[in-house]
């Protein structure tokens, strides 16, 4: 395995506000990048903002803005929302800087040099909102042109076109040869399905005279490049200088897989003789309340909210744990409350206070030595050695909802274990044997949490920081022989209580107006 890692997210609109679909991107993102950062590799985490194009354009024109001024304003909102998710980004890409156009420049050049970019007239249908021309293909099956497209009109203009068709066969022969280009497997099987039917060039211009807020094209003032050309290689231009290409993977959204991560970018690298990225993870799509999560549904529930009022990790934790990768998923504010409730509150919190409770009263704070050995104690650590078994499978394919699912198995076997071992009246015993059974189980229900809180860094790095410290273990930087059972927590002084999940009451009802 390379010891360097390079990930990126897709750089989001700068045309509105961030939303789940945002969020949840940068947090699965994050929870990779530091999960390879505990696994010891170089890390370099990218994300960024999409600033060109039309939307813009008009947005700023209805203001009486100029767009910088306007994507200025966006991107700091989108940046404060990475940090209210504790996102550890390295660098953060916006496409109107010096560094990302003059590299689109060069690679346009590149393309015009060698023949293939070309110009040409096409009269099609074009979508304004979408910004692309469609063709019948795009249509739904009564041949009416689909919402998302919005108002769709014929237009007959001179543009520049990127040779992409050349380029099919052997793009079908890369997807085919790398079966983990493509994650999960089911979408590379949808894409190439779509590569079935025959490609046409890209067209990846726009005259001035439609859309000046673009990146010129070098070769000609009077065009700007297309928004898809401009915004995929921010994944090269950020990092150009840094000689970090090729990512290791890309997280998108499924929506933007096909044609553009899965068709444009592989064939402009192809065509300009870059390597190409190792790998597309592709996530699904967030509803809330069942319904689709975006601006313009102005969906009731304020999802991003509940980073600010149950903080940044459960608000991580839930949709790490709520959508496995790949699927789509449903946000609501009672499976929130819920898994808040049960999953942190009652299983995990309630269990390092338990222990912080018990050793505090029998122990004077000091968590003892295991003595007894007993069945339910080689229990406890056999499940374990299958939990960071699993743990690890499940990080390495980037299921992270797994992994949490086993991790939780393992914290309820912790909490059956303690009902089990009735810790509360082997302190009332004088047995010697109880004595040194007590002894084991709190011994053991430290270590467990140790292992618990290393594992579960990544998805709630302050909670786990929190936790360790609590137990008087540092915080954990390295997963590198962290995930062994060990006694290391023995002899530690513990805190005399640490509420990780406090009650968060409701807001009060609303009054309807
Ligand atoms: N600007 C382009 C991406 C260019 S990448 C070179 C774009 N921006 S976006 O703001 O519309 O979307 C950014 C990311 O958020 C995409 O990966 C998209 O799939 C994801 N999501 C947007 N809404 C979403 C949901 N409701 N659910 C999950 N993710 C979705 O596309």
């Given at each position: 395995m390379p010891s360097s890692f390079y990930i990126t997210t897709a750089i989001d609109y700068a045309n509105g506000s961030p939303h789940l679909g945002h969020a949840y991107e940068k947090v699965l993102a994050d929870v990779i990048a530091r999960h390879a950062r505990m696994s010891g590799r170089q890390t370099y985490f990218l994300t960024g903002l999409d600033e060109h194009g039309q939307k813009v354009q008009q947005t700023a024109q209805k203001r009486a803005i100029e767009p910088q001024v306007l994507v200025d304003e966006i991107a700091a909102v989108f940046q404060s929302m990475l940090g209210n998710l504790n996102i550890s980004n390295d660098d953060y890409i916006r496409t109107t800087e010096v560094r990302h156009k003059i590299v689109v420049q060069d690679f346009l050049q590149r393309l015009f040099d060698q023949g293939l970019i070309y110009k040409g007239q096409k009269s099609d249908w074009y979508s304004t909102r979408q910004e692309q021309f469609l063709t019948?293909?795009?249509?739904?099956?009564?041949g009416s042109w689909p919402e998302i497209y919005g108002e769709v009109t014929q237009t007959t203009e001179e543009n520049y076109y990127f040779k992409?068709?050349?380029?099919q066969e052997w793009l079908i022969g890369h997807i085919s040869s790398h079966p983990?280009?493509?994650?999960p497997r089911f979408r590379r099987n949808q894409v190439l399905e779509f590569l079935k039917e025959p490609m046409n060039d890209l067209c990846i211009s726009r005259p001035k005279s439609r859309l000046t807020w673009g990146i010129e094209l070098p070769f000609d003032k009077d065009f700007v490049t297309y928004v898809w050309f401009d915004a995929l290689t921010n994944y090269y231009s950020a990092v150009a200088a840094k000689g970090?290409?090729?990512?290791?993977v890309h997280v998108i959204g499924k929506?933007?897989?096909?044609?553009?991560?899965?068709v444009y970018w592989p064939c402009m690298l192809k065509a300009l003789n870059i390597e190409l990225p190792r790998q597309l993870l592709v996530h699904g799509w967030w509803t809330v309340n069942n319904q689709k999560a975006s601006k313009s549904a102005g969906?009731?529930?304020?999802?991003?909210?509940f980073a600010t009022s149950h903080g940044a990790d459960a608000f991580r934790f839930y949709l790490c744990r709520e959508m496995v990768v790949g699927q789509d998923a449903d946000f609501s504010a009672l499976t929130f409350e819920n898994r808040y409730k049960a999953?942190?509150?009652?299983?995990l919190g309630n269990l390092v206070n338990r222990l912080l409770n018990m050793v505090g009263r029998s122990y004077a704070g000091v968590i003892p030595a295991a003595h007894a050995d007993e069945d339910l104690e080689k229990a406890l650590r056999s499940l374990w050695v299958d939990t960071a078994k699993k743990y690890a499978a499940d990080l390495a394919e980037f299921q992270i909802s797994h992994a949490l699912e086993s991790v939780w198995v393992f914290i309820s076997a912790m909490n059956a274990y303690i009902e089990a071992r009735a810790p509360w009246k082997l302190a009332k015993s004088t047995d010697p044997l109880d004595r040194a059974r007590l002894d084991s189980c709190l011994a053991h229900v430290a270590e467990g949490l140790r292992l618990v809180a290393t594992v579960l860094t990544p998805v709630m790095p302050v909670t786990c920081d929190k936790l360790l410290m609590n137990i008087g273990r540092p915080v954990a930087i390295t997963l590198a022989g962290q995930l062994d059972w060990s006694s290391?927590?023995?002899?530690s002084t513990v805190a005399?209580?640490?509420?990780?999940f406090p009650k968060i009451e409701p807001p009060p009802a609303q009054v309807p107006a």
């Amino acid at each position: 395995m390379p010891s360097s890692f390079y990930i990126t997210t897709a750089i989001d609109y700068a045309n509105g506000s961030p939303h789940l679909g945002h969020a949840y991107e940068k947090v699965l993102a994050d929870v990779i990048a530091r999960h390879a950062r505990m696994s010891g590799r170089q890390t370099y985490f990218l994300t960024g903002l999409d600033e060109h194009g039309q939307k813009v354009q008009q947005t700023a024109q209805k203001r009486a803005i100029e767009p910088q001024v306007l994507v200025d304003e966006i991107a700091a909102v989108f940046q404060s929302m990475l940090g209210n998710l504790n996102i550890s980004n390295d660098d953060y890409i916006r496409t109107t800087e010096v560094r990302h156009k003059i590299v689109v420049q060069d690679f346009l050049q590149r393309l015009f040099d060698q023949g293939l970019i070309y110009k040409g007239q096409k009269s099609d249908w074009y979508s304004t909102r979408q910004e692309q021309f469609l063709t019948d293909k795009d249509r739904a099956p009564d041949g009416s042109w689909p919402e998302i497209y919005g108002e769709v009109t014929q237009t007959t203009e001179e543009n520049y076109y990127f040779k992409l068709a050349q380029f099919q066969e052997w793009l079908i022969g890369h997807i085919s040869s790398h079966p983990d280009f493509i994650t999960p497997r089911f979408r590379r099987n949808q894409v190439l399905e779509f590569l079935k039917e025959p490609m046409n060039d890209l067209c990846i211009s726009r005259p001035k005279s439609r859309l000046t807020w673009g990146i010129e094209l070098p070769f000609d003032k009077d065009f700007v490049t297309y928004v898809w050309f401009d915004a995929l290689t921010n994944y090269y231009s950020a990092v150009a200088a840094k000689g970090l290409w090729p990512a290791d993977v890309h997280v998108i959204g499924k929506d933007i897989l096909s044609p553009p991560h899965a068709v444009y970018w592989p064939c402009m690298l192809k065509a300009l003789n870059i390597e190409l990225p190792r790998q597309l993870l592709v996530h699904g799509w967030w509803t809330v309340n069942n319904q689709k999560a975006s601006k313009s549904a102005g969906n009731a529930t304020d999802t991003l909210g509940f980073a600010t009022s149950h903080g940044a990790d459960a608000f991580r934790f839930y949709l790490c744990r709520e959508m496995v990768v790949g699927q789509d998923a449903d946000f609501s504010a009672l499976t929130f409350e819920n898994r808040y409730k049960a999953d942190l509150g009652n299983n995990l919190g309630n269990l390092v206070n338990r222990l912080l409770n018990m050793v505090g009263r029998s122990y004077a704070g000091v968590i003892p030595a295991a003595h007894a050995d007993e069945d339910l104690e080689k229990a406890l650590r056999s499940l374990w050695v299958d939990t960071a078994k699993k743990y690890a499978a499940d990080l390495a394919e980037f299921q992270i909802s797994h992994a949490l699912e086993s991790v939780w198995v393992f914290i309820s076997a912790m909490n059956a274990y303690i009902e089990a071992r009735a810790p509360w009246k082997l302190a009332k015993s004088t047995d010697p044997l109880d004595r040194a059974r007590l002894d084991s189980c709190l011994a053991h229900v430290a270590e467990g949490l140790r292992l618990v809180a290393t594992v579960l860094t990544p998805v709630m790095p302050v909670t786990c920081d929190k936790l360790l410290m609590n137990i008087g273990r540092p915080v954990a930087i390295t997963l590198a022989g962290q995930l062994d059972w060990s006694s290391v927590c023995t002899g530690s002084t513990v805190a005399a209580e640490c509420i990780l999940f406090p009650k968060i009451e409701p807001p009060p009802a609303q009054v309807p107006a």
